[in-house]
């Protein structure tokens, strides 16, 4: 009877010490488990992260006027009446640079041509893509008329005494690179050129561009 009762009480204790190491077992895993997964996301995140800042950030697209031609009719000055005789055809050729590498996609553009500050035509550009880490070309004709230098006569009298007349282009075209499929950044691409075009030749004599990106 003595030993009967005295069996009891390490069995019990016996029991309760398996359920503790069962327990400390199963917490002791779970905290491995958790560690790992932490430590899993945590080396994803870094590697997202280093993705980002040296293949997939997005850079700002960049424009520049490669070229600019005139054809046309000359500007010339009709006597005895002071007169003059223009209509010129300005094209210009603009190239767009695309760094990401992912497609650029732009919006319809917009360009506005004046002549000290008074504006002579405008012009607006079509929609389209530049390829991942390339090129595209945007077209811009302007046809340009006597009669849009109504209130800057004399100054065209004079600039076509002196042999050249100077135009200014500015442009701007919206657009937006999405990288991942969810990362997207909206940008405009921005030029402003100054062009000095001949005459009685009817060439191009000098041209200057300044190009900015704003967000």
């Not at 000290?116 to 302007?142: I, N, T």
């Not at 009669?147 to 076509?160: E, G, H, P």
């Not at 990288?179 to 004599?205: N, Q, T």
Request: glycine share 8%; charged share 25%; aromatic share 6%.
């Amino acid at each position: 009877m003595t030993e009967s009762g005295d069996s009891s009480p390490h069995l019990k204790d016996s029991s309760s010490s398996s359920l503790r190491r069962h327990r400390h077992r199963h917490r002791r895993r779970c905290l491995i488990l958790g560690g790992a997964c932490l430590l899993l996301l945590l080396v994803l995140g870094v590697v997202a992260l280093v993705l980002y800042l040296t293949l997939f950030k997005p850079r700002d697209p960049t424009m520049k006027l490669v070229s600019a031609r005139v054809e046309g009719v000359f500007p010339r000055l009709s006597l005895p009446a002071v007169r003059i005789e223009l209509n010129v055809t300005l094209e210009l050729e603009v190239l767009v640079h695309n760094p990401n590498r992912a497609a650029f996609d732009y919006a319809e553009g917009h360009t506005v041509l004046y002549y000290h500050g008074a504006q002579v035509g405008d012009a607006d550009l079509e929609p389209g893509r530049v390829p991942p880490r390339g090129d595209g070309h945007v077209q811009v004709r302007f046809t340009v008329e006597a009669d849009r230098f109504a209130t800057k006569f004399l100054s065209l009298i004079a600039d076509v005494a002196a042999g050249e007349v100077p135009f200014d282009s500015s442009t701007e075209i919206p657009g937006r690179v999405t990288i991942l499929g969810f990362i997207k950044r909206h940008v405009v691409a921005e030029s402003e050129c100054h062009i000095g075009i001949g005459v009685p030749k009817l060439r191009v004599k000098s041209q200057e561009c300044s190009y900015k990106t704003e967000l």
